[in-house]
């Protein structure tokens, strides 16, 4: 079993920035991706932000150049910088981490949500 624990959410005015954090504990081995995704209150959970344990990295279209992860391998912990924020990326934030099983699938971990409120 992993456990993901999300915090920095909050509110924030248009232009601002926050900076999610996602520390993982339990049995975190074999962890690959870890990541981001958000949900606004009626829509579909939706990609943020992926990283794998090799750093690479993957931006929804609607975050690219505004948003940064970045990961500490040392830590288990993920982190989204979020600058520019503007009121439509209102939403929960969910943090994710996949780890890898001996049969060679997949299984997804997922954080409990911060919720992120940008409005003026």
């Known amino acids: 079993q992993v456990q993901l624990v999300e915090s920095g959410g909050g509110l924030v005015q248009p232009g601002g920035s926050l900076r999610l954090s996602c520390a993982a504990s339990?049995?975190?081995?074999?962890?690959?991706?870890m990541g981001w995704y958000r949900q606004e209150s009626g829509k579909q959970r939706e990609l943020v932000a992926t990283i794998t344990s090799g750093s690479s990295t993957n931006y929804a279209d609607s975050v690219k150049g505004r948003f940064t992860i970045d990961r500490d391998n040392a830590k288990n912990t993920v982190y989204l910088q979020m600058n520019s924020l503007k009121p439509e990326d209102t939403a929960v934030y969910y943090c994710f981490a996949d780890q890898l099983l001996s049969d060679a699938t997949k299984y997804t971990y997922w954080g409990q949500g911060t919720q992120v409120t940008v409005s003026s």
């Open positions: 339990g049995s975190i081995f074999n962890i690959n991706a």
